[in-house]
């Protein structure tokens, strides 16, 4: 990495890697940087905004991120370029169901403008927009690797594909 000479976060003398996460949050953490030779625990940094990011209800704040930096010995801004590149991860709270929606080339091709105009006039909201309820938000990603099922959406860990209006409709009234 080309962090070698850049500011780390000082621990506060009276604060221990231990007391920077609870016990499962540390615990789950762990268990993927012993993936990784001991001189790569940096490598887990991914996975520990994954499990930080749960932990905190679906996003991350500076705090937490100083924090998991600290817990893998690492730069914080090592960390912040890892958390604003990849869209999996949020710096501000979102709905209960966080809506991504591929508007990548097949999805694009496939009509994903029609499903995004559909959602925005039935949710209310625009991309990067959370209902005022709490309940959705509707995020614009790159492509979702799921190409042949295109247009498509991802809510939680699970993929929608070949969506038209009439199963967005029907996948929204799902939800609880």
Not at 11 to 22: G, R, S, V
Not at 130 to 156: H, N, S, W, Y
Request: charge should be negative.
């Amino acid at each position: 990495m080309g962090f070698k000479n850049a500011p780390m976060v000082t621990l506060k003398p009276y604060q221990a890697k231990e007391d920077l996460f609870p016990p499962e949050v540390r615990a789950e953490i762990d268990r993927w940087i012993a993936k990784y030779p001991p001189e790569w625990r940096q490598s887990a940094v991914m996975a520990a905004l994954r499990v930080v990011q749960e932990d905190n209800g679906g996003f991350l704040t500076e705090e937490l991120m100083d924090r998991v930096a600290a817990y893998l010995d690492m730069p914080p801004i090592a960390v912040y370029e890892v958390a604003t590149f990849y869209s999996m991860y949020e710096l501000k709270p979102v709905g209960r169901h966080k809506i991504c929606v591929c508007t990548n080339v097949s999805c694009m091709i496939n009509g994903s403008d029609r499903i995004v105009e559909h959602m925005e006039k039935r949710l209310g909201i625009r991309l990067g927009e959370t209902t005022g309820d709490g309940r959705f938000t509707l995020k614009e990603v790159e492509c979702l690797g799921a190409c042949g099922g295109a247009p498509m959406f991802q809510i939680g860990n699970k993929y929608y594909e070949n969506l038209t209006p009439e199963l967005v409709d029907s996948i929204l009234d799902g939800l609880e």
